[in-house]
Nanobody, 124 residues
Framework: VQLVESGGGLVQAGGSLRLSCAPSGSIVSINTMGWYRQVPGKARELVASITEGGSTNYADSMKGRFTISRDNAKNTVYLQMNSLKPEDTAVYYC???????????????????WGQGTQVTVSS
């Protein structure tokens, strides 16, 4: 199973971007999905998370500007980022708290699964 992220890029301050993340493979279930970000020299920080039932959690600095959503039928999580600021520049990582998948006739569960990251750069 791999988490495939897309949607990063370069945008001017005040602009918007939409990130997407979906796992490859035969997915049986996913619980909480989230987005984190990291800048060089700093710890990775939570941006937002969403449970399978749709309950959301946001870092304070992202509230009102970012919206996390998911499509359970597609096992995809999205992050709509509006009113972007230069300080939002970071590598954004998709995270899955627990994923159950099938490989052949066997079932596996992985925890704390990460995507490869996608760069978001906001110019001033």
């Amino acid at each position: 199973v791999q988490l495939v992220e897309s949607g990063g890029g370069l945008v001017q301050a005040g602009g918007s971007l939409r990130l997407s993340c979906a796992p490859s493979g035969s997915i049986v279930s996913i619980n909480t999905m989230g987005w984190y970000r990291q800048v060089p020299g700093k710890a990775r920080e939570l941006v937002a998370s969403i449970t399978e039932g749709g309950s959301t959690n946001y870092a304070d600095s992202m509230k009102g500007r970012f919206t996390i959503s998911r499509d359970n039928a597609k096992n995809t999580v999205y992050l709509q980022m509006n009113s972007l600021k230069p300080e939002d520049t970071a590598v954004y990582y998709c995270n899955v708290d627990k994923v159950t998948f099938r490989r052949g006739t066997r079932y596996f569960t992985a925890r704390n699964y990460w995507g490869q990251g996608t760069q978001v750069t906001v110019s001033s």
